[in-house]
């Protein structure tokens, strides 16, 4: 079975840093996903890591820990525009993507 | 910057009807995906198409869901006598070679409403 947890809600001041923990047990594990998602929208791509580590991109980073099946979505200086939900998805052993419930950010002034 | 593109925008169906939802993947893609997402709730995989087959598929699809490539640009998916559990958004996606080396890109999605 595929388990996928991350909180469902989270408030952060613009500005600020916000980091979105996820974690996960998955029968196959093939990369790890970010995608955040307006509301009424499309997922659209954030990050991947398939490697522990650190992965930076703009005021975006994604962290992996295989073994403890744990990731975080660390997001800087916050603008109102960030506010969406924030999807985390699993890369099965196949190509299909198992995605977590998400964790709806706000941010406020 | 290519998009995947999905027809209709919206849909309002009766309940036992059939629905036929269109998606144009990014054009030098292989893999083709279908995912739900039941409003509230999380984007959930049905089908992974690939060579003019089926990769993969969960058990939400079941043999009311049938996926096909018309020709060389469209990717459809079918469901032939809706239920209301089917109301969701549905969304295409597409991805350049195997997985999980490429990103699979997301299209806008189709409302499906079954009344």
């Known amino acids: 079975g595929q388990n996928i947890d991350q909180p469902t809600e989270m408030t952060a001041t613009e500005g600020a840093i916000v980091q979105i923990n996820c974690t996960y047990q998955t029968s196959g594990f093939n990369g790890l996903f970010w995608y955040q998602q307006h509301a009424g929208e499309a997922p659209t791509f954030l990050s991947y890591?398939?490697?522990?580590g650190l992965e930076e991109k703009g005021r975006f980073s994604s962290f992996l820990s295989r073994s403890k099946g744990y990731s975080y979505l660390l997001l800087k200086e916050l603008q109102m525009k960030d506010s969406a939900s924030y999807l985390c998805a699993v890369q099965g052993g196949a190509n299909n993507l198992f995605f977590g419930t998400g964790t709806r950010l706000t941010v406020i002034p | 910057e290519p998009e995947v593109t999905q027809t209709p925008s919206h849909q309002v169906t009766q309940m036992g009807q059939e629905v036929i939802l269109r998606c144009v993947p990014i054009s030098n893609h292989l893999y083709f995906y279908w995912y739900r997402q039941i409003l509230g709730q999380k984007v959930e995989f049905l089908v992974s198409?690939?060579?003019?087959?089926?990769?993969?598929k969960s058990e939400i699809f079941d043999d009311q869901f049938s996926v096909e490539r018309p020709d060389g640009s469209n990717f459809t998916l079918k469901i032939r006598s809706t239920k209301l559990e089917d109301s969701a958004m549905y969304f295409c996606?597409?991805?350049?070679?195997?997985?999980?080396?490429?990103?699979?890109?997301f299209g806008p999605g189709t409302r499906l409403l079954v009344l």
């Open positions: 996606a597409s991805s350049g070679s195997q997985p999980p080396q490429e990103t699979q890109y």
């Open positions: 198409f690939y060579n003019n087959e089926i990769s993969e």
């Open positions: 890591n398939v490697l522990d």
